[in-house]
């Protein structure tokens, strides 16, 4: 599912949700979001696969891959891992191919989502124009050995996050700055979700990368 802020797009925002949520978790999002100084951007809010996970007891959800173990490393399916960066470069390339140029493009992601932007947009060629982790880790630390590019990373946390740890995606955010990536780091006061003050920040984030002085 998609929402357009305007007519004929100049940019994307593909936005992954997390686990067991779907597309429609951050649909609601755009309006709250003050865009009025960018140009047209398309919202994208694609649907994980229906996957048994194994840390809910096996139950059937969404899920962007299984994660078999919950603890501070986060083990993982790397083939389910795998077979969803596909599709979503798949997604990227749809984009690129009705005319929307790869460097127009920002890769978003909440929970398991802003995982899957981590692997997926540390490692895309040619790079995206920028990537916006919500409350995530790294699923495959090998992504960060990626040769660092010019590609913006907003991340961001909840200090009293119960799901992902803090402190896991904060390691994951100074890891990917000590390699060389231009990394914003932010954190709330807030559990595993967005904090009002944050909607402010992504708006001014978004813009900086998409306001029409950019176009």
Not at 50 to 59: A, F, H, L, Q
Not at 73 to 101: N, Y
Not at 109 to 130: D, I, K
Not at 193 to 212: A, F, K, N, V
Request: net charge negative.
């Amino acid at each position: 599912m998609h929402v357009e802020t305007g007519p004929q797009p100049k940019f994307v925002v593909i936005w992954l949700h997390g686990l067991g949520a779907d597309g429609h978790d951050f649909e609601a999002i755009v309006p709250e979001l003050d865009l009025s100084n960018c140009p047209p951007i398309r919202f994208i809010f694609p649907h994980a696969p229906m996957k048994s996970v194994t840390i809910n007891n096996g139950m059937v959800m969404r899920a962007w891959y299984d994660i078999l173990e919950m603890n501070i490393d986060r083990k993982i399916d790397h083939e389910g891992l795998e077979s969803s960066s596909e599709s979503i470069r798949l997604l990227i390339q749809q984009q690129v191919d009705m005319g929307i140029p790869t460097e127009n493009i920002i890769l978003a992601g909440f929970s398991q989502g802003g995982a899957m932007t981590y692997h997926v947009g540390l490692t895309h060629n040619p790079p995206l124009r920028g990537l916006m982790v919500l409350s995530a880790y790294l699923a495959d630390p090998k992504a960060a050995q990626a040769t660092p590019q010019e590609v913006p990373l907003l991340c961001c946390h909840g200090t009293m996050d119960p799901m992902v740890p803090h402190a896991l995606g904060q390691a994951a955010a100074e890891q990917l700055k000590d390699l060389g990536w231009p990394v914003e780091w932010l954190d709330y006061p807030a559990p595993h979700g967005l904090h009002p003050q944050q909607i402010g920040d992504i708006s001014r984030w978004l813009t900086d990368r998409l306001g029409s002085h950019q176009v």
